[in-house]
């Protein structure tokens, strides 16, 4: 789609009427980490709204699964996205497959570990941050490079809650200082890219129900925990991150980078 039907799609978007603002037809987006859980979701989201989706993570046959479920918008790509080699490598067949466009790139892919910091190993550390904030900057760069030609992208790095404030009881030195460097990355690409037609934005969740919390959700000390604490009284249904990403993706947020929505049940509010 040419950058002139996009002004003019955003300048119709002057008269009311919300839902098409939040429409992504003809367009392109990648999600990392697509195989499961939030990613999972994320893909079938931008897909129902209307874009071709890219799904990327390790697990080949889940992603080919969910291909054959969704249709000929969604295109499958095995990759481990911390590893630079395989990114330029699959970035390059993208790159053929949607015909050099990309439109919306979600950073999704994240792994934690969850130890004491006094016993946690440095090359886990390094292995947290490696797929948490390196990846991050990497495929942003790759695919920013793609919206910066285009003078047209929204980039939407997944953070999580625990970038904001300390895990305890929780103990995950590694996945709260990589949350807290992809908030950070978001506002610096945003505020470097802001009048190249680059938004950079991020979501913050609290805790739902993935395979990183599945203990968390299966086990009711832990959900006691949750109830107690968080100001709504229960974690998040998967669903309730919807509205925040179609916002993000699409032109619904045209003015809105260097933003964290955090969805959280209210926990960072105490």
Not at 41 to 46: K, T
Not at 107 to 121: P, R, T, W
Not at 179 to 190: D, M, P, Q, S
């Amino acid at each position: 789609m040419e950058q002139v039907s996009r002004a003019a799609n955003s300048e119709a978007s002057n008269e009311i009427g919300l839902t098409p603002s939040f429409r992504l037809d003809g367009r392109t987006a990648i999600v990392t980490g697509a195989s499961s859980g939030l990613g999972e979701r994320f893909v079938r989201v931008l897909h129902h709204a209307g874009a071709q989706v890219v799904g990327l993570a390790r697990r080949a046959e889940r992603l080919e699964m969910l291909a054959h479920e969704l249709g000929n918008r969604m295109i499958p790509f095995s990759c481990d996205v911390s590893v630079d080699g395989q990114v330029d490598v699959v970035m390059a067949k993208i790159l053929e497959r949607v015909e050099g466009r990309v439109d919306v790139l979600v950073n999704n892919a994240g792994i934690s570990k969850v130890v004491a910091a006094e016993d946690e190993q440095r090359e886990d550390f390094r292995r947290v941050v490696e797929v948490n904030l390196n990846a991050v900057f990497g495929l942003s760069q790759s695919v920013g490079r793609i919206m910066l030609r285009q003078q047209y992208g929204s980039i939407v790095n997944i953070a999580s809650m625990m970038g904001l404030v300390a895990g305890a009881p929780m103990k995950q030195a590694s996945y709260c200082a990589s949350k807290a460097g992809v908030i950070n990355l978001t506002r610096e690409l945003a505020v470097q890219w802001a009048r190249k037609g680059v938004r950079v934005n991020a979501i913050a969740p609290g805790f739902f129900p993935s395979e990183m919390t599945a203990d968390l959700f299966k086990n009711e000390k832990p959900m006691e925990f949750l109830r107690r604490n968080c100001p709504m009284g229960r974690g998040g249904k998967i669903h309730e991150l919807d509205g925040a990403l179609l916002f993000l993706a699409s032109d619904a947020s045209s003015y809105m980078t260097g933003q964290t929505l955090v969805i959280d049940g209210g926990w960072t509010a105490r």
